[in-house]
């Protein structure tokens, strides 16, 4: 496992934009798949997106297409989520989680492939 540290998180009005960043302790992030996750009150915690290895694939929650776009940059050992156009439903807890396997081909979508998980970071849109 692998410990991660949220930032970015914060206050905005809709129509916002907003950078989450993710790093990783471990000298061995760029072999692993990254995904983001959100909690909003009395839900449950939800994908939001995801990102290969090799940063060659991505995918998205329908309910952030188009708006959000997750990057990583493995010579800094962190993973981004840029959400733009926020909207007041976007207010959750958000998350960062590593894929528990090395080099996945696919793009790491489903919650129980994640071993390694950060402490979060708020973001709150106000309308």
């Known amino acids: 496992q692998v410990q991660l540290v949220e930032s970015g998180g914060g206050l905005v009005q809709a129509g916002g934009s907003l950078r989450l960043s993710c790093q990783a302790s471990?000298?061995?992030?760029?072999?692993?798949?990254m995904g983001w996750f959100r909690q909003a009150p009395g839900k449950e915690r939800e994908f939001i997106a995801a990102?290969?290895?090799?940063?060659?694939?991505?995918r998205y929650a329908d309910s952030v297409k188009g708006r959000f776009t997750i990057s990583r940059d493995n010579t800094k050992n962190t993973v981004y989520l840029q959400m733009n156009r926020l909207k007041p439903e976007d207010t959750a807890v958000y998350y960062c989680?590593?894929?528990?396997?090395?080099?996945?081909?696919?793009?790491?979508?489903?919650?129980?492939?994640?071993?390694?998980w950060g402490q979060g970071t708020q973001v709150t849109v106000s309308s």
């Open positions: 989680a590593a894929d528990g396997s090395p080099r996945r081909v696919a793009v790491p979508t489903i919650f129980q492939w994640f071993n390694s």
């Open positions: 990102i290969t290895w090799s940063g060659s694939g991505t």
């Open positions: 471990s000298s061995t992030f760029s072999s692993y798949g």
